[in-house]
């Protein structure tokens, strides 16, 4: 079944860089999770609070991040992510981080998610309405 991908458009912020003047590898985590929380709701029309009404979450079981070319101070880049794969366990979040400026990428990978039980804190099954959802 194919998935939509969505991006979102960030500015890197003095707070992101580290003593070689770049941003800091932690946060390229960081860009990829606050895209996805807000593409969730705007494009999706599922935000992470809708989850959380029905007793469920998102959590990142694994990550896979190739680093390509640095981002600096002031660079202006887009967050491009798109469900690869989901089943009844999780899914396989790809995301590619483009410098806006020089359409290079500058870090790619994916993110594997679980769905849990809020209550209980274990893996539970994400509700077939959901994967449907998240199809074109």
Not at 60 to 78: E, I, N, Q
Not at 103 to 119: E, P
């Amino acid at each position: 079944m194919p998935y939509s991908t969505f991006e979102t458009e960030h500015r890197v912020r003095p707070d992101d860089i580290d003593m070689f003047r770049h941003v800091h590898n932690s946060k390229y985590f960081d860009y990829v999770l606050a895209a996805r929380y807000e593409q969730m709701e705007t494009c999706y029309g599922m935000a992470m609070e809708k989850f959380m009404e029905r007793g469920f979450g998102w959590v990142v079981r694994a990550v896979y991040m190739d680093y390509k070319r640095a981002l600096v101070m002031g660079d202006y880049f887009l967050v491009r992510t798109g469900i690869e794969s989901i089943n009844d366990k999780g899914c396989r979040v790809a995301f590619t981080i483009t410098n806006k400026a020089t359409k290079k990428v500058c870090c790619d990978g994916y993110f594997d998610y679980v769905m849990i039980d809020m209550a209980t804190g274990r893996g539970t099954k994400v509700p077939e309405d959901v994967i449907a959802h998240y199809g074109i």
